[in-house]
């Protein structure tokens, strides 16, 4: 069994920066890729970013420039740096992570960090 735990989400004015965490535990073989994923009420669960533990990363247009996700391989963590927020980043966001268990990879999610900009 995988577990993701998120962290660093928060409360945070227009402008300002959030730093969130994932830290993937459990039998891990290997990670072919981990990411985050956002979800505003009311509508669906988007990619924010993505990053592959080769290093490709991934981003949305809309936190293209703003946003920069990074790796700690050894550690099986990945963080989203987040400036400049505005109240449209308002969204629950999600960890996600492609596991590899020999030759089946399974997908995994966390439980979800609120994340909350004030205008």
């Known amino acids: 069994q995988v577990q993701l735990v998120e962290s660093g989400g928060g409360l945070v004015q227009a402008g300002n920066s959030l730093r969130l965490s994932c830290a993937a535990s459990g039998s891990i073989f290997s990670i072919n890729a981990m990411g985050w994923y956002r979800q505003a009420p009311g509508k669906r669960r988007d990619l924010v970013a993505r990053?592959?533990?080769?290093?490709?990363?991934t981003y949305a247009g809309s936190v293209r420039g703003r946003f920069t996700i990074s790796r700690d391989n050894a550690n099986n963590t990945i963080y989203l740096q987040m400036n400049s927020l505005n109240p449209e980043d308002t969204a629950v966001y999600y960890c996600?992570?492609?596991?590899?268990?020999?030759?089946?990879?399974?997908?995994?999610w966390g439980q979800g960090t609120q994340v909350t900009v004030s205008s």
């Open positions: 996600n992570a492609d596991v590899v268990f020999g030759l089946r990879t399974d997908n995994y």
């Open positions: 990053i592959t533990w080769a290093g490709a990363t």
